[in-house]
């Protein structure tokens, strides 16, 4: 099971830029669906962008489409998720999720977030945007 470390969390102005990054290790993840997700206070957690890996389809929630943008790197073994303008309603910690044989980016993003027991996570990066 692939086990996931995030990085790039932290405080913005409102309208800025952040990427995060979440790098992945302990098996192959040829068969994997990759997604960012986030939970602010008293919110369900959700999923914000995911990618399927072998396809290489993405999905985005509405909220975020046009401003963020995932991505992954082959040779680093790692996924990206780059937020550009963002927005107070983006401050959240973000987490980075994986788990297989999901062939389908927008049906993970959609159904993960409430599977916490399942699948690999990474420990959330926090990211804040301010006036």
């Known amino acids: 099971q692939l086990q996931l470390v995030e990085s790039g969390g932290g405080l913005v102005q409102l309208g800025e830029s952040l990427t995060l990054s979440c790098a992945t290790s302990?098996?192959?993840?040829?068969?994997?669906?990759i997604g960012w997700f986030r939970q602010s206070p008293g919110k369900e957690r959700e999923g914000v962008s995911c990618?399927?890996?072998?396809?290489?389809?993405?999905h985005y929630i509405d909220s975020v489409k046009g401003r963020f943008s995932i991505s992954r790197d082959d040779a680093k073994n790692t996924v990206y998720l780059r937020m550009n303008s963002l927005r107070s309603e983006d401050t959240a910690v973000y987490y980075c999720?994986?788990?297989?044989?999901?062939?389908?980016?927008?049906?993970?993003?959609?159904?993960?977030?409430?599977?916490?027991?399942?699948?690999?996570w990474g420990q959330g990066t926090e990211v804040t945007v301010s006036a």
């Open positions: 999720s994986a788990d297989e044989h999901w062939m389908d980016a927008r049906n993970f993003c959609l159904v993960q977030g409430g599977r916490l027991g399942y699948g690999s």
């Open positions: 990618l399927q890996i072998e396809d290489n389809s993405t």
């Open positions: 302990g098996a192959s993840w040829k068969y994997y669906a």
